[in-house]
């Protein structure tokens, strides 16, 4: 992932944030396979819509996002009153929020596995799936035969079995920009490689900014602290070992 020219990395801190990112990933995986109306585009786009619809269906997402929009609308309305705010900005944001959050209530709840289940191709889709080349001709006769539909109809159904997916996209996209804009990346060093951070309370991110492509970091953390470690690949199998210079980066530990 980067950041203004710079590699990104990130750790969420909760299971909230981490579905959040998942789904951002995910999405936008859906989102680039979608151009591609080849046979093996199709099947691309259906494999990321069903990863979707078993992430939306493990967890209550709908209720997550709301909640999350609600905090963050409180959060904001509470900025009303000071002068150093821009009023004509936070309406915008209070707009957006208030508009996503009308959105959500008007989901139907637990419609993703609603749809894994009665919807026959993807149920059949979905079943195969941990099979490895599970989804041939001889396995789902059925799939093969709507991947050889016109790219019109075939485009009809995703557009209607992803429908409900653009509310999350829009509402998880903005509460990940206002988490990642919550905090400005500060300079750190990582001496021998190594940095062991205190955080603040009730850290969700931590974004580790990096110019240099030799390295890249491990990154662990608990309630208060965070280990970044960096590594390099030392061989041709890929295997990693403790970079043994000073690693200089930016580093934001992000927070409503």
């Not at 804009?181 to 062991?196: D, I, N, P, Q």
Request: with cysteine; net charge neutral; charged share 30%.
């Amino acid at each position: 992932m980067a950041d203004n020219g710079a590699f990104c990395y990130e750790q969420p801190l909760n299971e909230r944030i981490r579905t959040f990112l998942r789904l951002e990933h995910l999405i936008a995986r859906l989102r680039h396979h979608e151009a591609d109306e080849s046979p093996w585009g199709r099947r691309a786009t259906l494999g990321a819509l069903i990863d979707i619809l078993n992430v939306m269906s493990r967890y209550d997402t709908r209720a997550e996002v709301s909640k999350e929009l609600g905090s963050r609308y409180a959060a904001f309305e509470k900025l009303a009153d000071r002068d150093d705010v821009d009023d004509r900005a936070l309406k915008q944001v209070l707009d957006e929020l208030d508009t996503m959050g009308r959105a959500m209530q008007t989901m139907p709840p637990q419609f993703a596995s609603y749809q894994l289940r009665d919807n026959e191709l993807l149920n059949s889709l979905n079943n195969r799936s941990p099979i490895a080349g599970g989804d041939c001709g001889f396995d789902l006769p059925a799939f093969q035969h709507w991947l050889s539909q016109k790219n019109a109809d075939q485009t009809r159904d995703l557009k209607a079995w992803a429908g409900h997916i653009q509310p999350f996209e829009q509402s998880i996209s903005m509460l990940l920009r206002l988490l990642r804009e919550s905090t400005a990346a500060a300079l750190h060093t990582a001496k021998k490689g190594v940095l062991v951070h205190n955080m603040d309370p009730n850290t969700q991110l931590i974004r580790v900014l990096l110019d240099d492509a030799r390295v890249f970091p491990e990154i662990s953390a608990g309630r208060h602290r965070a280990t970044i470690r960096f590594v390099e690949i030392q061989d041709k199998k890929l295997r990693v070992r403790q970079y043994p210079s000073n690693v200089e980066f930016r580093m934001a530990c992000c927070r409503f």
